[in-house]
């Protein structure tokens, strides 16, 4: 299993971002898929979820209403559309999915500037 994220960056405040994580390795059809984002020095946390059909989305409290999650199974692709984004949503993005074994993405970096 592979899973590979993409579309981070640098942002201001209040700007938005779209992040990508393609899955390899899997009959990605059948798993629930996850984001978690890392500062340094913290733990893990969970931001989103969505279940096989794209049907169910479930969201941390701070990121509801900003942040929403999708994905397109013709593509093996989750995404996650981050608007109005804030200082504290700077951190390490990271794609996951449990198959037996929790299977995490390289990461991508987001920063947003006050």
């Known amino acids: 299993v592979q899973l590979v994220e993409s579309g981070g960056g640098l942002v201001q405040a209040g700007g938005s971002l779209r992040l990508s994580c393609a899955a390899f390795?899997?009959?990605?059809?059948?798993?629930?898929m996850s984001w978690y984002r890392q500062t340094p020095g913290n733990e893990r946390e969970w931001v989103a979820r969505?279940?096989?059909?794209?049907?169910?989305?479930d969201y941390a409290e701070s990121v509801k209403g900003r942040f929403t999650i999708s994905r397109d199974n013709a593509k093996n692709t989750v995404y996650l559309q981050m608007n109005n984004l804030k200082p504290e949503d700077t951190a390490m993005y990271y794609c996951?999915?449990?198959?037996?074994?929790?299977?995490w993405g390289q990461g991508t970096q987001v920063t947003v500037s006050s």
């Open positions: 996951h999915v449990l198959r037996t074994y929790n299977y």
């Open positions: 390795g899997l009959n990605f059809n059948d798993y629930i």
């Open positions: 969505i279940s096989v059909s794209g049907g169910r989305t």
